[in-house]
């Protein structure tokens, strides 16, 4: 019984690596936002010599960059430490480009770079919408702050909850 228990244990801790594939599928989806990235920088430059391009155009496509690029750091972030926490060590070294953050990023600091990614990118996003609020309803532009602000409050009590457990851990 012993043995099987041990096989058992072996196969449960080896199909951590069932996880690599999505990593490595996220880092592909990295590639996809770095060519929606250079699109939109590519419009962005051949843009400001176009006569007909309107009032907040340049700032929109700028905004819709730094949204991209949140993004492609947000997903870099979650391959980095889900790989690190739950597959496997990343073999770098003392690679003098390794981020200071890397194998220090648990699951609840994961959590929270999370949700300030999401909750940068909604401020990115809405910011986008107040810039052409005349395209925009009443409604929808309420729905947007309406999200935003129930991204904001999930942070704060994501933070909430992780400092609560914390301060139980220091407690015992």
Not at 77 to 95: A, L, M, T
């Amino acid at each position: 019984m012993r043995s099987f228990e041990k096989t058992l244990e072996a196969g449960i801790f080896a199909s951590r690596w069932l996880l690599a594939p999505f990593f490595v599928g996220l880092i592909l989806a990295i590639l996809v936002l770095l060519a929606k990235f250079m699109k939109e920088l590519f419009e962005l430059i051949t843009n400001v010599w176009t006569a007909g391009a309107g009032e907040f155009d340049s700032v929109i496509s700028i905004l819709t960059l730094v949204d991209t690029a949140l993004i492609a750091s947000l997903l870099l972030i979650i391959v980095f430490s889900g790989y690190e926490n739950f597959v496997s060590k990343i073999g770098v070294g003392v690679h003098e480009d390794r981020p200071a953050w890397m194998g220090k990023v648990g699951f609840a600091d994961l959590k929270l770079k999370l949700i300030g990614a999401i909750v940068a990118i909604s401020a990115v996003e809405l910011l986008k919408a107040f810039l052409v609020s005349s395209q925009y309803t009443n409604e929808q532009l309420a729905w947007k702050v309406g999200i935003h602000f129930t991204f904001v409050l999930s942070g704060v009590f994501f933070a909430i909850t992780d400092w609560i457990s914390e301060s139980r851990k220091r407690d015992h």
